[in-house]
């Protein structure tokens, strides 16, 4: 037996796509310092929850780390006052 190990991929695999560039979302809270996050406006906050009631990450959103804390921080606070459902809309069916 020999050590050797095949240093291509199987053929069966086919070429890799690359993945067309996107362009990195911005902050809206960095770029527009007017905007404020409020937990008793759940208007804005709800921009930022899935349908199913789940917090939407930074990945998608294009959030700075400091405002994903916050939005988060306002939701959980929203959450617990009854301003926003805890399980989205589609819940109570």
């Known amino acids: 037996m020999s050590d050797e190990r095949p240093n291509q991929r199987p053929s069966n695999s086919g070429p890799r796509k690359k993945r067309p560039f996107q362009r990195r979302k911005?902050?809206?809270?960095?770029?527009?310092?007017?905007?404020?996050?409020?937990?008793?406006?759940?208007?804005?906050?709800?921009?930022?929850?899935?349908?199913?009631?789940?917090?939407?990450?930074?990945?998608i959103s294009g959030n700075c780390s400091k405002h994903q804390r916050e939005i988060t921080e306002a939701i959980k606070r929203a959450r617990n006052i009854a301003l926003l459902p805890i399980a989205g809309s589609h819940a109570s069916a």
Not at 29 to 36: E, G, I, L, P, W
């Open 26 to 59: 911005v902050c809206r809270f960095c770029a527009d310092k007017q905007v404020s996050i409020d937990y008793k406006d759940p208007r804005t906050l709800r921009y930022f929850v899935s349908e199913r009631g789940k917090i939407i990450p930074r990945r």
